[in-house]
């Protein structure tokens, strides 16, 4: 299979994964805090991957350049979740949806800003794709602190966006160990301040941990190795369609109309987008 095409199906995965997390980031943060959450979840991924990393120390393979850059990917990471969290506490999952996905626009305005590398395509697929997503999430509300924090957040998840694709040739493992460090260090702090966590909450994060951070970013790092970013941050706009679709498995939800129409914009754009770049030579 041709590197993109793989690089293209990998990002796919990891929206299908982030997909899946929407109702259980919501049922985690009504019993715990959005500190707790966000640290807990980078805690147990950490505590996942440390047998690997102490792995690759005895074997003397251990690339510490990688982690740093991990690291300093994890500060990113580590603020949209917790900034995610936090705003939609205050706000609704649709609304909390929409403005998280305009972390899309952010990498497309520093794509043509700051690298100047940019197409009409580019342009053409991200206005279909934030059409869609307006429609398919129908937010409404005013300016409110919920809308501020997430907005922020959508600016973290940008900046990680970009930075993934700027060390993806760095080691994976370390580079995900790493990410995962910031919030984990954290936990200790959340403990004293949020308090026990319950069995139930803990089976959700443990969940969002296994599958939405350590198999979903491991995907995301390896497909964005062979991706661009631009490419990237539009299909990760898919997120909030699989998050209907399993919805919509669960019967939690109906189909309705405009769901259809929005759904259908977001994969058209993204078709556009993936098409272009498995067509061109732009840099990753």
Known sequence: MNKRVA???????TTILWGSSFSFIKLSVTDVSPLTYS???????????TPIILLRMY???LSINSLYKGFIVGITYFLGLFLQAAGT???TPS?????TGLNSVHVHLYIALVERNYGLIDGIALLLALSGLYVLTSPSGGLTIGVLLILMGSIAWAAQIILVSRYGSSSIIEILYGMFLPGALTYPFALILGGAVGI???IYITYLAVACSVLATF???WGQRYVSPLTAALIFLLEPVFALLFSLAMGLEGIEPYKVIGGGLIVIATYLSSMAELSSNRSK
């Not at 690089?7 to 995965?13: A, D, E, H, N, T």
């Not at 640290?39 to 991957?49: D, E, P, Q």
């Not at 609304?95 to 403005?99: G, N, P, T």
């Open 95 to 99: 609304l909390s949806a929409f403005i």
């Open 39 to 49: 640290s807990l979840r980078s805690f147990i991924a950490v505590i996942l991957l």
């Open 7 to 13: 690089g293209v199906v990998s990002l796919v995965v």
């Open 200 to 202: 139930e909450a803990l």
């Open 89 to 91: 506490v205050y706000t």
């Open 59 to 61: 074997r003397g393979v």
């Open 219 to 221: 995907f995301q790092v």
